[in-house]
C-alpha cells in the first residue's frame, strides 16, 4: 500500500503541477518545505546532520536555518522538476547559466567522450534539460531501481521524454553501455556524491570517511574520455547557476584502482568547495559518511 501510495503521488506531482501558473508551484513548494521542515522528520534531522559536517563551526541555530532553506531548495527542485516537461526551449535557456562551460564544449569537440560528474547540488535535471534543449547535447545517465517498479519507470519515461538516454543502476551491463557512449565520442553525466554499490572507493569528504562511486573515475580510464567535475547552485534568482571545473587527470602510475581512488578524491574535494559554498542547496537527506552507516547507530535517521 505504501508504495502504491507513493507511486500515485509522484504521478499526481507529474500531472498537476506543471498545470500550475509558475508563481503558484513556487509558493506550493515553499510551504511542503516548511510544513516537512516544522514536523522534523528523519529527513530533516539526517540533512541537518550533514549540514553539521560542512559547516561545523555553525550553532544549532544557524543549523536550523540552513535545513529550512536546504528543504526550500530540495522542493524547488521538484517544483521545477514537475514542470520541466512543459518548459519551452526559451524558458529551458533563460533557466541556467553555467559558467566555464568550454572544458565541456572543448572536450566533446575532441572526439574522445566526456564524463560529467556532479554532486546533489540545485537541479541535476535541469542541467540535464539545458544540456539536451539549449546545447543540442544528448547524454546517457543511470537511474536507481526503485520501489515500486511503477514509480522507477515513471522517473525513466520522464527523463527520456526530456532527451536524456537512462540505464539502470543495477545490473552489469550499466558500464559497458556508458563506456560504449563515451568510445563514440557522447557525453556521460553521472551524480556522484554518493556510492549506492559495495565498489566504491573511500575518500576524505569534509575531514571524514565518505565513499563515492568509482565508476566516473573507471570510465575515464577505460575510455580515455574526459572526467570533468561540474557543481550547480541556487543565488536567490529564477536563474540557476553552474560551473564546469577543469578536468581530472588519470595519474601516470597505479593499479586501476588507486588510479581511481586519487581521481574519486579530487572529484571529492571539488565536490566539497561547491558543497560549502552552497550548504543550502546540497540535496543529502540520507546517510553518506562511514561513521553514519555503522549498523550499531540503527535504522536511517
Not at 119 to 145: I, K, Y
Not at 238 to 243: A, D, I, L, N, Y
Not at 257 to 285: N, S, Y
Request: a neutral charge.
Amino acid at each position: 500500500m505504501g508504495e502504491r501510495l507513493t507511486d500515485a503521488l509522484y504521478g499526481l506531482g507529474w500531472s498537476a503541477v506543471k498545470k500550475l501558473p509558475e508563481p503558484v508551484a513556487a509558493g506550493l513548494g515553499r510551504r511542503i518545505a516548511d510544513t516537512a521542515w516544522k514536523r522534523r522528520g528523519t529527513g530533516v534531522l539526517r540533512l541537518e546532520a550533514n549540514l553539521a559536517r560542512v559547516v561545523p563551526d555553525a550553532s544549532p541555530a544557524r543549523l536550523a536555518e540552513l535545513s529550512k532553506a536546504g528543504m526550500r531548495s530540495y522542493m524547488r527542485y521538484w517544483m521545477e522538476s514537475f514542470r520541466l516537461p512543459a518548459w519551452s526551449v526559451e524558458r529551458v535557456k533563460d533557466a541556467v547559466e553555467i559558467k566555464d562551460l568550454h572544458h565541456l564544449t572543448e572536450g566533446l569537440a575532441a572526439g574522445k567522450g566526456v564524463v560529467l560528474a556532479l554532486p546533489h547540488l540545485a537541479n541535476w535535471d535541469l542541467a540535464g534539460v539545458w544540456s539536451t534543449r539549449a546545447l543540442g547535447v544528448p547524454f546517457t545517465t543511470v537511474a536507481e531501481r526503485l520501489k515500486p517498479e511503477s514509480l522507477y519507470d515513471r522517473f525513466v519515461a520522464y527523463r527520456e521524454s526530456l532527451g536524456m538516454e537512462v540505464v539502470p543502476h543495477t545490473g552489469g551491463a550499466a558500464f559497458g553501455t556508458l563506456a560504449r557512449r563515451l568510445r563514440a565520442g557522447g557525453l556521460v553525466c553521472l551524480v556522484a556524491d554518493r556510492d549506492l554499490s559495495a565498489s566504491g572507493v573511500e575518500v576524505t569528504f569534509f575531514g571524514e570517511t565518505a565513499r563515492m562511486p568509482a565508476g566516473p573515475a573507471m570510465l575515464a580510464q577505460q575510455t580515455g574520455a574526459l572526467l570533468l567535475p561540474a557543481t550547480l547552485w541556487y543565488d536567490g534568482t529564477s536563474v540557476m547557476k553552474g560551473r564546469v571545473h577543469p578536468p581530472v587527470d588519470v595519474p601516470p602510475t597505479g593499479t586501476r584502482r588507486e588510479k581511481a581512488t586519487v581521481m574519486t578524491q579530487a572529484l571529492a574535494d571539488v565536490f566539497a568547495a561547491g558543497i560549502a559554498d552552497h550548504p543550502e542547496d546540497w540535496h543529502m537527506l540520507q546517510r553518506l559518511w562511514l561513521a553514519d552507516l555503522d549498523p550499531a547507530k540503527g535504522p536511517e535517521a
